[in-house]
Protein backbone atom coordinates (compact mmCIF):
# COMPACT_ATOMS: atom_id res chain seq x y z
CA UNK A 1 0.00 0.00 0.00
CA UNK A 2 1.08 3.30 0.88
CA UNK A 3 4.91 3.67 1.34
CA UNK A 4 5.09 7.43 2.23
CA UNK A 5 4.68 11.37 1.29
CA UNK A 6 5.80 11.99 -1.94
CA UNK A 7 5.59 15.13 -3.02
CA UNK A 8 3.15 17.95 -3.48
CA UNK A 9 2.37 20.41 -6.89
CA UNK A 10 1.70 23.65 -7.35
CA UNK A 11 1.95 25.85 -10.48
CA UNK A 12 4.13 29.09 -10.73
CA UNK A 13 4.08 32.12 -13.10
CA UNK A 14 7.96 32.60 -12.35
CA UNK A 15 10.16 29.52 -12.00
CA UNK A 16 12.92 31.32 -10.81
CA UNK A 17 11.29 33.57 -8.65
CA UNK A 18 9.96 30.49 -6.82
CA UNK A 19 13.17 28.48 -6.43
CA UNK A 20 14.43 31.66 -4.91
CA UNK A 21 12.23 31.82 -2.18
CA UNK A 22 11.92 28.13 -1.44
CA UNK A 23 15.87 26.94 -2.04
CA UNK A 24 17.24 30.56 -1.27
CA UNK A 25 15.01 31.58 1.60
CA UNK A 26 13.78 28.18 2.76
CA UNK A 27 16.66 26.27 2.11
CA UNK A 28 15.18 23.51 0.37
CA UNK A 29 17.26 21.48 -2.51
CA UNK A 30 16.63 21.84 -5.96
CA UNK A 31 16.81 18.06 -7.87
CA UNK A 32 15.87 18.61 -10.76
CA UNK A 33 14.66 21.65 -13.49
CA UNK A 34 13.90 21.21 -16.87
CA UNK A 35 11.78 21.99 -19.97
CA UNK A 36 8.18 20.12 -20.02
CA UNK A 37 6.85 18.47 -23.38
CA UNK A 38 4.96 21.44 -23.53
CA UNK A 39 7.36 24.39 -23.89
CA UNK A 40 7.31 25.31 -19.71
CA UNK A 41 9.26 24.05 -17.17
CA UNK A 42 9.36 21.87 -14.28
CA UNK A 43 11.09 21.69 -10.94
CA UNK A 44 11.59 19.36 -8.10
CA UNK A 45 12.75 20.86 -4.60
CA UNK A 46 13.39 18.52 -1.79
CA UNK A 47 13.68 18.86 2.43
CA UNK A 48 13.55 15.98 4.48
CA UNK A 49 12.68 13.21 2.36
CA UNK A 50 9.50 14.79 0.56
CA UNK A 51 9.48 17.06 -2.79
CA UNK A 52 7.64 20.42 -4.18
CA UNK A 53 7.16 19.77 -7.97
CA UNK A 54 6.46 23.00 -9.85
CA UNK A 55 5.54 23.31 -12.94
CA UNK A 56 5.42 27.10 -14.72
CA UNK A 57 3.16 26.72 -17.63
CA UNK A 58 4.71 28.23 -20.75
CA UNK A 59 1.39 30.07 -21.41
CA UNK A 60 2.13 31.58 -18.13
CA UNK A 61 0.15 31.42 -15.11
CA UNK A 62 -2.70 33.62 -13.56
CA UNK A 63 -1.55 35.42 -10.02
CA UNK A 64 -2.25 35.41 -7.09
CA UNK A 65 -2.66 32.03 -6.20
CA UNK A 66 -6.71 31.58 -5.45
CA UNK A 67 -6.94 30.59 -1.81
CA UNK A 68 -9.43 28.04 -0.84
CA UNK A 69 -12.28 29.23 1.41
CA UNK A 70 -12.57 26.22 4.47
CA UNK A 71 -15.78 25.34 3.12
CA UNK A 72 -14.53 24.44 -0.01
CA UNK A 73 -12.93 21.23 -1.16
CA UNK A 74 -8.97 21.74 -1.68
CA UNK A 75 -6.01 21.84 -0.15
CA UNK A 76 -5.61 25.18 1.85
CA UNK A 77 -1.59 25.31 2.44
CA UNK A 78 1.99 23.95 3.05
CA UNK A 79 2.92 23.78 5.90
CA UNK A 80 6.97 23.31 7.07
CA UNK A 81 8.02 21.65 9.98
CA UNK A 82 10.46 24.34 12.07
CA UNK A 83 12.36 24.13 15.37
CA UNK A 84 11.92 27.97 15.71
CA UNK A 85 8.89 29.75 14.44
CA UNK A 86 10.06 32.86 15.43
CA UNK A 87 13.79 32.72 13.99
CA UNK A 88 12.07 31.73 10.48
CA UNK A 89 10.15 34.61 10.91
CA UNK A 90 12.65 37.37 11.88
CA UNK A 91 14.83 35.56 8.72
CA UNK A 92 11.91 36.07 5.95
CA UNK A 93 10.88 39.58 7.65
CA UNK A 94 14.79 40.76 6.90
CA UNK A 95 13.99 39.50 3.38
CA UNK A 96 10.68 41.43 3.19
CA UNK A 97 8.14 38.33 3.16
CA UNK A 98 5.18 39.51 4.59
CA UNK A 99 3.51 37.39 6.73
CA UNK A 100 -0.51 36.89 7.50
CA UNK A 101 -0.05 35.59 10.65
CA UNK A 102 3.13 36.50 12.71
CA UNK A 103 4.00 33.94 14.82
CA UNK A 104 1.38 32.17 17.61
CA UNK A 105 0.35 29.70 19.98
CA UNK A 106 -1.26 26.86 17.94
CA UNK A 107 -5.10 26.33 18.06
CA UNK A 108 -3.99 22.76 18.23
CA UNK A 109 -1.92 23.01 21.24
CA UNK A 110 -2.06 18.71 22.04
CA UNK A 111 0.28 18.32 18.92
CA UNK A 112 1.80 22.01 17.94
CA UNK A 113 3.36 24.64 19.67
CA UNK A 114 3.50 27.66 17.59
CA UNK A 115 2.40 28.58 14.18
CA UNK A 116 3.30 31.43 11.30
CA UNK A 117 1.74 31.92 8.25
CA UNK A 118 3.12 34.12 4.49
CA UNK A 119 2.73 33.66 1.53
CA UNK A 120 5.08 32.20 -1.90
CA UNK A 121 5.89 34.54 -4.27
CA UNK A 122 2.51 33.57 -6.33
CA UNK A 123 0.20 33.92 -3.17
CA UNK A 124 0.64 30.25 -2.25
CA UNK A 125 -0.25 30.17 1.59
CA UNK A 126 3.06 28.88 3.35
CA UNK A 127 2.39 27.87 7.35
CA UNK A 128 5.35 27.16 9.61
CA UNK A 129 5.09 25.13 12.46
CA UNK A 130 7.00 24.28 15.49
CA UNK A 131 5.97 20.89 17.29
CA UNK A 132 5.28 20.48 21.26
CA UNK A 133 7.91 18.45 22.67
CA UNK A 134 7.55 14.71 22.79
CA UNK A 135 6.45 13.52 26.10
Do not use: W
Amino acid sequence: MVQGFEHVGMTSSDLDRTIAFYCGLLGLKEVLVKRTGEGGRIAFLEIGGVMLEIVEPAAGAATPAREVPIAEAGIRHITFRVDDVEAVYQMLRAANVEFSVPPRKAANAELIRKVAFCKDPDGIVVEFLERQPSS
